[in-house]
């Protein structure tokens, strides 16, 4: 009787920890997939945003400042606030402020000078290293 009820024990305990091992196993990939879906949402506004910016400097330059671009770059920057940190958000944010003004001003004719427009440039490609690092991809020098 004695070994009959250690390998109905044992078998048992088998069956328990392969089901428990499964259920890490599942919730793991379930994160995975998470964390997958994420950063794809994350790559995806990201680049709607910086294309939007670029737009949005095509039309100042013409003169022919229709909104459209704006109204793109508002909405992807409010992505970006639900799906990435405050590090993140915020430059996102305070760079749509300053292209907004700068590229009305250059719309307008008013003579924005060579350096704001620069400085706007500057900080997109600081913009675009912060959205790099938070996709995890390696900066290049």
Do not use: C
Request: charged share 25%; net charge negative.
């Amino acid at each position: 009787m004695g070994p009959v009820v250690v390998g109905v024990i044992g078998t048992l305990l088998g069956v328990l920890i392969g089901g428990v091992l499964q259920q890490v196993q599942a919730s793991r990939m379930r994160k995975w997939q998470r964390a997958d879906s994420l950063s794809n949402a994350k790559q995806s506004v990201y680049a709607e945003f910086l294309r939007a910016i670029s737009a949005s400097y095509a039309q100042a330059l013409s003169g022919q400042r229709s909104r459209s671009e704006d109204a793109n770059l508002l909405a992807a920057t409010a992505e970006i606030e639900i799906l990435s940190s405050r590090e993140v958000s915020k430059p996102a944010r305070d760079l749509v402020d300053m292209v907004m003004r700068v590229h009305a001003e250059i719309a307008d004719d008013v003579g924005v000078a060579t350096t704001v427009v620069e400085d706007v440039d500057r900080q997109r490609h600081k913009i675009i290293e912060l959205f790099k690092a938070d996709l995890g991809i390696e900066a290049h020098p």
